[in-house]
């Protein structure tokens, strides 16, 4: 006799709205133990806060959640936690001034009710738990100190120390490499065969087909589609999505043979990070440089903006030789960086667009008396602002208020502003729906077209695809291959970053 | 891993801070041979006492993320309501129930604090300034403002000033509510230690959010721990009047930065998550000793305020540094071996 499987989680008709704004309208979705069922949609279209119904944080407006056959018409995050519905955030909202051990076996302790802490009991959890996942994890260690990739798996682990039935894991592979991704995923189908029910959140298309058996789609607090993950490819996911084709093809113009060089660098070192790195680029050129985590691709681009400078090597800008050994002399020799965390490392938050575009060339809008040129300040942020197409009602919005791309594009227009004739990126559209992400790189397509150099640092081979003409693959600090044109594409990029 | 020199400097940089403090001791020695006596500890260890309840309550706020300036409202507020209470009313309680008062008014005040912060999602700072100086405006309205001299104060408490737990031959004695602070202390570490409230109160401090996802109750954790420290400082402000066998609604507020210099410099983190009994106890002394002795060394005591500033400085620069350091991401790239 053959049992269909009955859900473990049901969320039924999900209504919510903030100050009259729809985040989510009637969605319904069911999780099956053992399965892993794929939530995807861009960024605002509602996951979050069906992540936030389903774990007791937010109450919906209408509509039910059954858990474990019971229906829960009042959950809080502990009655979630106590019926077996683990969260694992983006941010992993671990702590990270307790040790790893902590970190793991607190939550049991709290859904114990248990009023006195035990160290001893602590470690034995913890340490029962990451030898089940065949995991090793420094648990004595504070939480702070460990690298990203160790912080999920705490977080993977302090989910599982309860009788987890339902783990959620919110864009778990943001801030992984390929490796440490392969590695979740084993870990992901070791939980399903234990017949944990995994809700996998991610706008990555790849790995959303890789890993899971059934797909809903959000888009804009709606349920677009749902369906068996087989029946689906990353085509007709990102146009569920977006609402729109979104194609992944090369979309570059060839390069013009004569360009001049912009940039020469030869024999930058800096010990312990990278060896004799000599690269080169031409105007309009895009320059890709890829490689895994801590293979120093993003040490070069900061010695290149002068964040953490090279010891030694040299760095020519159009011809002419600059000494590169601070931020303000790579501005001076017209470079332009946008970091890899853009929201901590770009913006001021809780200042308005407009300002935040100005804010690094405000010097160049100094009128003869030292004063600000206001009447030029407002036409290039105007300008600016209709250039990018940056989804705003009007340029004094916070930069808080903004989504993710819009707040990358505030970045961009930063740097534009500076009118850099080079610009180096690292991860531009880390962490950024598949909409903006088009947008972004069209954006930059255009800016090369136009005659700047780029130079964009990325993990994200799709990316590295569509929009460059030439991709440096970096491993241990040295540039270990090159490839040019229609060379590039994503087995060949896959193949050489394993290598 | 850490090494021997990590292990020995300390989570929370104890061991530095004891070093600074055998520096200190030993510099002040050579400078006046009147310093290294029993005398002059013993009035250290009875200096310290009224400071290390206040500075207990002040790291439990710091670890939990919030910083408080209310207690030493409180701790008057308390002892001498406990005070005029009995004097008004001509009783003498006995020295335990004028405790159990004096900590259930110190209660409810920061109860207040902690209602308001929790509920409210205030900025600490800010609710505390203002709590400290309405607590200190209705004790000065509505309870009295005259001082209460040794004559006036109940039987049962100005017998215990004169407690003295022993008589050190060669001048000084230890005073008999070393046990009740000492008993405290430990309490309190233990808590820290060993209850899911402690760990809580750590888990605040470090994120939260966090903290509220994995279902910790934030509120309820706060409220407690200011009604907590808000019996704390009442027993520290009782302290305070038997020890001086008087009680002035004029005194202890003006005294926070002492105790919160003592509290930064003994490792609790201004950014929450951090801080040790242990840690607290060493900030203390070495502020106490810089207090006391300053003048035995030829420092004219109107530098005092000026020295403590500056061990509040040094002690939050040391802080910011660790924290960046802390911040910076390892480099994973091996070393190449040069050829």
Not at chain 1, 163 to 173: H, R
Not at chain 1, 370 to 389: E, H, M, N
Not at chain 2, 116 to 145: E, H, M, N, W
Not at chain 2, 256 to 265: G, M, T, Y
Request: with cysteine; proline share 3%; glycine share 10%.
């Amino acid at each position: 006799m053959k049992m269909v499987a009955q859900p473990v989680l049901e969320v039924h008709n999900v209504v919510k709205t903030y100050g009259g704004v729809h985040a989510l309208k009637k969605v319904s979705i069911s999780l099956i133990p053992g399965e892993v069922h794929c939530l995807a949609g861009e960024n605002g279209s509602g996951k979050s806060t069906l992540i936030k119904i389903i774990s007791g944080v937010e109450k919906p407006d209408s509509g039910t959640i059954t858990i474990g056959g019971k229906e829960r018409s009042q959950l809080t995050p502990n009655e979630a936690i106590r019926s077996g519905v683990q969260v694992i955030y983006q941010d992993f909202s671990l702590f990270p001034n307790l040790t790893a051990a902590e970190n793991i076996a607190m939550l049991s302790e709290l859904a114990d009710g248990r009023k006195l802490s035990s160290r001893k009991r602590i470690y034995a959890d913890a340490d029962q738990i990451v030898t089940e996942l065949g995991l090793k994890i420094d648990l004595g260690a504070d939480v702070g100190s460990l690298s990203v990739a160790d912080r999920q798996l705490v977080a993977i682990c302090r989910a599982l120390v309860g009788e987890a039935k339902v783990l959620i894991m919110d864009e778990p592979t943001t801030a992984l490499t390929h490796t440490e991704i392969d590695r979740l995923f084993t870990i992901v189908r070791r939980l399903q065969e234990r017949g944990v029910a995994v809700m996998f959140v991610s706008h990555k298309l790849d790995e959303v087909l890789q890993i899971s058996q059934h797909l809903t789609i959000l888009r804009n607090g709606e349920l677009v589609e749902t369906g068996p993950s087989s029946d689906y490819t990353r085509r007709s996911i990102a146009k569920a999505m977006t609402g729109r084709e979104v194609s992944e093809d090369r979309l570059l113009e060839p390069l013009d043979a004569n360009a001049p060089l912009l940039l020469e660098v030869k024999n930058l070192t800096r010990s312990g990070d990278f060896t004799n790195i000599d690269l080169s680029l031409r105007r309009g050129e895009i320059l890709g440089i890829t490689g895994l985590l801590g293979s120093g691709r993003s040490e070069i681009a900061e010695a290149i903006f002068g964040i953490r400078p090279a010891e030694s090597g040299e760095v020519i800008v159009a011809g002419q030789a600059h000494k590169i050994g601070s931020i303000r002399d790579a501005v001076k020799a017209g470079i332009g960086y946008v970091p890899e965390d853009r929201l901590t490392q770009g913006l001021f938050l809780d200042i308005s667009i407009a300002d935040n575009m100005v804010a690094s060339s405000l010097d160049s809008y100094r009128t003869r008396f030292g004063l600000l040129d206001r009447v030029r300040i407002r036409k290039s942020i105007a300008d600016l602002f209709k250039r990018l197409r940056i989804q705003a009602p009007n340029v004094t919005a916070f930069v808080r208020s903004l989504s993710g791309g819009n707040a990358q594009r505030v970045v961009l227009a930063k740097w534009l502003d500076r009118q850099p004739s080079i610009l180096v990126l690292n991860g531009p559209t880390v962490g950024v729906d598949i909409g903006s992400k088009e947008e972004i790189l069209a954006i930059l397509r255009e800016q090369a077209a136009a005659g700047m150099g780029i130079i964009i640092i990325s993990d994200d081979i799709p990316e590295l695809v569509s929009s460059c003409h030439r991709v440096l693959i970096v491993h241990e600090g040295r540039i270990a291959s090159e490839l040019v044109g229609d060379d590039i594409h994503t087995d060949e990029i896959s193949k050489r970053l394993a290598a | 891993m850490k090494t021997a020199l990590g292990r020995l400097r300390g989570a929370n940089n104890e061991g530095l801070l004891v070093a600074v403090i055998v520096v200190v001791v030993v510099a002040m020695s050579i400078a006046s041979p009147a310093f290294l006596t029993p005398g002059t500890f013993f009035a250290l260890v009875r200096s310290s006492m009224v400071p290390l309840v206040f500075a207990l309550g002040v790291m439990l706020i710091m670890i939990s993320g919030g910083i408080d300036v209310s207690f030493p409202a409180i701790a008057i507020f308390a002892a001498y309501t406990t005070m005029r209470w009995s004097i008004d009313g001509n009783l003498d309680l006995g020295l335990v129930l004028v405790f159990v008062i004096a900590m259930v008014v110190g209660g409810l005040l920061g109860l207040f604090n902690g209602v308001v912060i929790a509920r409210f999602r205030l900025p600490t700072l800010i609710v505390t300034l203002g709590t400290q100086t309405i607590y200190k405006g209705i004790l000065l309205t509505y309870i009295g403002s005259l001082y209460i001299s040794a004559g006036e104060l109940p039987k049962s408490v100005t017998k215990l000033s004169d407690a003295h737990l022993w008589d050190v031959p060669g001048g000084g004695y230890l005073h008999s509510m070393v046990i009740p602070v000492v008993l405290v202390t430990v309490l309190i570490a233990w808590m820290l230690r060993w209850t899911v409230f402690g760990r809580s109160i750590y888990a605040i401090g470090g994120d939260e959010e966090a903290a509220r996802r994995v279902g910790i109750r934030v509120v309820r954790t706060q409220v407690w721990l200011y009604t907590l420290v808000g019996a704390l400082a009442a027993f520290g402000g009782m302290v305070f009047v038997i020890l001086g066998k008087n009680a002035n609604p004029q005194s202890i507020v003006g005294t926070e930065l002492d105790i919160i210099a003592a509290v930064v410099l003994g490792g609790a983190s201004i950014f929450g998550g951090r801080g040790s009994v242990v840690g607290t106890v060493l900030g203390v002394v070495l502020v106490q000793l810089i207090n006391n002795n300053l003048v035995l060394v030829g420092i004219p005591s109107t530098w005092q305020r000026a020295a403590v500033g500056m061990l509040l400085l040094l002690g939050v620069t040391a802080q910011a540094l660790g924290h960046v350091r802390s911040r910076k991401r390892p480099v994973i790239v091996k070393k190449e071996v040069e050829a």
